[in-house]
């Protein structure tokens, strides 16, 4: 039985294309058949993404409206044969789709894979209606700011409303430094709010936007290093997501010693 | 009335705003965060009876089976009645609601004037067997409704014999209280012609407005709304009491400065304000 996660925030911005793309990707790595569905029609973001927006040929739409078959419109991913793509179409609107045609599209897609991640649209009007259509579980990802988990909320209402009741938090782009020193919502102030069981908290992290303008999702990178504690994070959801118990990541700031000051003095990226 | 239409904190930095019977009211031992107060009146007009008359989707338990209860269709841009936010009210009570009766449970639809297509019908009865519950007949009052009913298989009763859910009555007493079991999240209110019993939160974004009392037994953060066809004499009690506003009758308060550790509390109205007290010290003031 395929798993059908849509990834939804509500609030724009807040990391839900990035976690789709890793997530997707880290997926496919441990040897899952993975589609990852861009349910963002008109501001489509996921192929960046990924790094597949020049191998699109064909996109959901025509596959919809009989101009292709489902097959040919799916990019797969040229690094990890087990991912594959359904992308948006660029030059439609989010009402081109229907609730109806998107619960068709995905489950054309459970015949061969066994993980589908739906990116959603920011909002909660018709593309978001869209993109939780087929969903049987839902990744809520929020960022621990007052209006994020202001919207996080409505969409866990809506998704309740909807009756997707399997929905996991992901945190993402919290600043343990900040939190430390009461400036940042910490997790368990998000918790607390939201009542839906954590599956990930993400830290902020520089090598995320440099791997998501590359198009290389972080989760790629050879070494643990580069993929930084933000990878390993993701890393751990995915582990979460297949039922493993993973302890959260400690993201307790170092101590600010006069050494770790010296360090920072020549090395100014990190 | 009060001609000053500003919205004062509550605070201990503006004691000119405090009525001077202040201290007797309250006997309470920290001042600045259980005893607080300010409200402002509002116009009693803003009381219009048409959004009074905009009711939600309703479960009502009747002689072992289930009304459900339809808001009738009105042209109101205020009155939150399309069929997705029926669905979606609907979908809600059933989740809040579910411990109060067995699987198998007939329910009998109060369409009202609702136009009901033969599609919407079978989602409304899907939705109820999702949650075990049988949808058996179906009372309407429009004849284009009991037709699709009919020819989806339903039985259909199109004189009402509820006529009286659709007569605005004089001078009636409350329904029965409703029991919501789920927080209540952004986005989501809850409109009850009775006293509502939220158990979990009311996040902020979300509210809640009864005519009877509002008892939240969790954190109260969004808005609450007690008495609110102009009983001053209700109530909003909750076991975390930090709401984004609250309203009694047609008076209206600010959620005071968070204390620095929460206790259940009472908000009711007394000499033109909304005050706010420990539940225990309400208690004992109301039986002594």
Sequence with gaps: MSRIIVVTSGKGGVGKTTCTANLGMALAQRGHKVAVVDADFGLRNLDLLLGLENRIVYTAVEVLAGECRLEQALVRDKRQPNLVLLPAAQNRTKDSVSPDQMRKLVNALTKVFSYILVDSPAGIEMGFLNAIAPAKEALVVTTPEISAVRDADRIVGLLEANGIRNAHLIINRIKPAMVAQDKMMSVKDVQEILAIPLIGVIPDDEKVIVSTNRGEPLVLAADANQRGLAGQALQNIVRRLEGETVPFLDLTPPADDFLARLRRLFRPTE | ?288
């Design chain 2, 1 to 288: 009335m009060n001609s000053d239409f500003s919205f004062p904190a509550f605070s201990p930095s503006a004691p000119d705003e405090q009525p001077p019977n202040d201290d007797s009211l309250a006997p309470t031992a920290d001042a600045s965060s259980s005893e607080r107060q300010d409200a402002e009146r509002q116009d009693p007009e803003r009381q219009d009876a048409e959004r009074r008359d905009v009711p939600q989707v309703r479960l009502k338990g009747e002689s072992g089976r289930l009304l459900l209860l339809l808001p009738p269709e009105l042209d109101t841009p205020s009155a939150p009645n399309t069929w997705a936010e029926v669905c979606q009210q609907l979908n809600q009570r059933l989740m809040s609601g579910e411990r109060f009766w067995q699987p198998h449970t007939p329910v009998h639809l109060i369409a009202r004037d609702r136009l009901l297509d033969g599609r919407q019908l079978q989602t409304i009865a899907d939705t109820l067997a999702a949650a075990q519950l049988t949808l058996k007949r179906i009372y309407t009052s429009r004849r284009q409704t009991a037709v699709a009913a009919a020819m989806a298989g339903f039985s259909v009763e199109q004189q009402s014999p509820l006529a009286q859910f659709n007569a605005p009555e004089e001078g009636k007493a409350l329904v029965e209280p409703l029991y919501v079991q789920s927080t209540v999240r952004s986005g989501t209110e809850i409109r009850h012609p009775g006293t509502v019993i939220v158990l979990g939160d009311v996040n902020p974004g979300g509210s809640i407005v009864a005519e009877g009392d509002v008892l939240v037994w969790g954190a109260l953060r969004g808005v609450a709304q007690a008495g609110s066809s102009g009983n001053g004499r209700c109530l909003i009690m909750a076991l975390r009491l930090e709401p984004t506003q609250i309203r009694i009758a047609d008076f209206v308060a600010r959620a005071p400065e968070a204390p620095e550790q929460y206790q259940p509390e009472v908000a009711y109205v007394s000499s033109g304000g909304i005050r706010i007290i420990r539940a225990a010290d309400f208690a004992r003031d109301r039986t002594t």
